[in-house]
């Protein structure tokens, strides 16, 4: 099974695992969250990331799933992952994303789970009037 590190601004990832939960059920294992505030320093943020990689590591893989390119989570963990095999940082997370990770983690290889999370997330990114009109 890959694990799963949400890592966001906020409390934004706890509200997305609550709602992806709701949606797919509980997941009781291989998931965690980190929510980036800015009560925290800089270091804080580092150790709490490189403690839950060592407590998250699995052979099925451990993905981040971050808010958005370019922020303070992903400037944190990309360099901690970067030379660590079965390691993946997708960012711009939303609600699909999190359910379909929640959906194949135990069923899909690392590289499979990588790709249907991206495509599932990128499908649920549209203006649904016009797709209406047209159909």
Same mark, same amino acid.
């Given at each position: 099974?890959?694990?799963?590190?949400?890592?966001?601004? =906020?409390?934004?990832?706890?509200?997305?695992?609550?709602?992806?939960?709701?949606?797919?059920?509980?997941?009781?294992?291989?998931?965690?969250?980190?929510?980036?505030?800015?009560?925290?320093?800089?270091?804080?943020?580092?150790?709490?990331?490189?403690?839950?990689?060592?407590?998250?590591?699995?052979?099925? =893989?451990?993905?981040?799933?971050?808010?958005?390119?370019? =922020?303070?989570?992903?400037?944190?963990?990309?360099?901690?992952?970067? %030379?660590?095999?079965?390691?993946?940082?997708?960012?711009?997370?939303?609600?699909?994303?999190?359910?379909?990770?929640?959906?194949?983690?135990?069923?899909?290889?690392?590289?499979?789970?990588?790709?249907?999370?991206? %495509?599932?997330?990128?499908?649920?990114?549209?203006?649904?009037?016009?797709?209406?009109?047209?159909?």
């Amino acid at each position: 099974m890959t694990n799963l590190i949400i890592m966001t601004h =906020g409390e934004f990832g706890a509200y997305l695992i609550e709602a992806a939960e709701h949606i797919v059920g509980a997941q009781k294992e291989g998931v965690k969250n980190i929510s980036i505030s800015s009560r925290l320093s800089l270091k804080e943020i580092c150790l709490s990331v490189s403690r839950s990689i060592e407590e998250m590591k699995s052979a099925g =893989g451990l993905i981040f799933l971050i808010d958005m390119p370019g =922020g303070t989570p992903m400037n944190i963990a990309l360099p901690i992952i970067k %030379d660590m095999p079965n390691t993946a940082v997708i960012c711009g997370l939303n609600i699909n994303m999190l359910t379909s990770a929640f959906s194949y983690r135990k069923t899909l290889g690392f590289d499979e789970l990588v790709n249907k999370i991206m %495509d599932d997330g990128k499908k649920s990114i549209c203006e649904v009037k016009n797709l209406l009109v047209k159909a």
